[in-house]
């Protein structure tokens, strides 16, 4: 308990200098450009509006992933699903980078089993 | 560490859970018993706080006053192997990651910049569909499969790209992308 309150009041202290923690827009668009016409054969080939739909969720996906991200960071304390998450990435950070892999959701690391452990400080229970 | 003295006035402005009573009791007084006891990360972090030394030079394998990318270039693989595993750095500013001015420039960005300009560039790809040709049960199905395929790409890059520490490559080009795309979040974690 006090291990996390101690990270979140430094947190809070340092989250007005940061504008580091989105990726940054002109390394995204190299990305899309190239990932773009790697996987053109694979969703979609033969129907351009479809295609289209797919990287707008792609994006879509990707904002929402980066906005949680950027929240789980500097938005305080927080109870509730997203209290959760936020203990759950805190402990990533903090204590086992080699595990929980995912930001926006626990589901692919429950399936690939990395997920982390539950006996640990800085995941302990408000 | 070869005991360094700490100035705490900067942690004494902090509302710190347990009060800063605590610290102000070791004034002029060793600390290093209490900093380790702490938290295993508190007594390499009370390093940036060290102004001088009782006996040899201060050492850092990274200077804060200087950009960080060609620092980076120039430690070797163990060197940084520890600066990515733990947060470093609890007491400076943000640091400047590049020597070049548009380099840093684009570093920097608003989170509602990045909102914005994403939702304006996926409304131009949403404009450049024939809506007549596709069914919008379908574009809503395909719209979900993008959103969802985007959380395991996360994953994917996450495990095996991000956090690709124990067999990365040996080389200076490796750890610097390595170090840009992940490692610089994981050595701030509240800044980049």
């Keep these: 308990m006090e291990y996390t309150t101690c990270y979140q009041s430094i947190r809070k202290t340092l989250s007005y200098l940061s504008d580091r923690l989105v990726f940054p827009p002109v390394l995204a668009a190299i990305f899309v450009f190239v990932g773009y016409h790697t996987i053109y054969g694979l969703v979609f080939p033969t129907n351009r509006d479809l295609r289209l739909i797919y990287w707008v969720g792609l994006i879509y996906g990707y904002i929402c992933y980066d906005m949680i991200h950027y929240a789980l960071h500097h938005v305080g304390k927080s109870q509730g699903y997203f209290g959760r998450l936020q203990r759950y990435h805190n402990q990533h950070h903090y204590s086992g980078e080699n595990a929980g892999y995912g930001v926006s959701s626990k589901l692919w690391d429950i399936i690939f089993r990395t997920e982390l452990s539950k006996n640990d400080p800085h995941r302990e229970k408000q | ?192």
């Design chain 2, 1 to 192: 560490m070869s005991r360094p003295l700490l100035n705490i006035t900067q942690v004494l402005r902090w509302s710190i859970p347990g009060g800063s009573g605590l610290i102000l009791n070791y004034k002029n007084k060793d600390i290093s018993h209490e900093l380790k006891s702490h938290h295993v990360l508190t007594y390499r972090m009370a390093d940036s706080l060290a102004i001088g030394s009782f006996s040899n030079d201060i050492k850092r394998v990274i200077d804060p006053e200087k950009p960080l990318m060609g620092q980076i270039w120039n430690i070797d693989h163990q060197q940084y192997l520890e600066l990515v595993n733990s947060p470093h750095w609890l007491f400076v500013d943000s640091p400047r990651m590049f020597h070049y001015d548009i380099m840093e420039f684009n570093s920097h960005n608003k989170w509602y910049h990045i909102l914005v300009l994403h939702l304006l560039f996926t409304s131009y790809l949403l404009s450049q569909v024939t809506w007549t040709n596709v069914q919008w049960k379908v574009a809503a199905l395909v719209l979900l499969l993008g959103i969802f395929s985007f959380s395991l790409l996360e994953y994917i890059l996450h495990r095996w790209l991000f956090h690709s520490e124990n067999y990365l490559f040996d080389n200076k080009i490796v750890r610097y992308l390595h170090f840009m795309l992940h490692g610089i979040h994981h050595m701030l974690p509240v800044d980049p």
